[in-house]
Nanobody, 126 residues
């Protein structure tokens, strides 16, 4: 199983970035997907999650209204659109997967996820 995150980079405050996570080695449409982030010296923080069929999503309080998660099951890819970025959004962003076909509740705990990508760095700075 591989989760390949990409799209990170350096952006000015107020700017936008779109992250992608391409998944291989599992039946993507059977998995809930999530994004987490980890800033230097801090623990991993929940960012967003989406259920297996894309019909339900959840967000962390700090990104609600600024970030959007969606998935394209035909492409085995989950995305995270990040708008109105702030310096405190600076972190390594990780995608994660959990088998959950038919389950409609949202998984926000880090321990709920079985597979993790390698992370992509997002830096928000002027």
């Amino acid at each position: 199983v591989q989760l390949q995150a990409s799209g990170g980079g350096l952006v000015q405050p107020g700017g936008s970035l779109k992250l992608s996570c391409v998944v291989s080695g599992l039946t993507f449409e059977n998995y809930a997907m999530a994004w987490y982030r980890q800033a230097p010296g801090k623990g991993r923080e929940f960012v967003a999650t989406i259920i297996w069929n894309g019909e339900k999503r959840g967000y962390g309080d700090s990104v609600q209204g600024r970030f959007t998660i969606w998935r394209e099951n035909a492409e085995n890819t989950v995305y995270l659109q990040m708008n109105s970025l702030r310096p405190e959004d600076t972190a390594v962003y990780y995608c994660a997967a959990r088998e959950s076909a038919g389950i409609t509740w949202l998984f926000t705990r880090e321990a709920a996820y079985d597979y993790w990508g390698q992370g992509t760095q997002v830096t928000v700075s002027s």
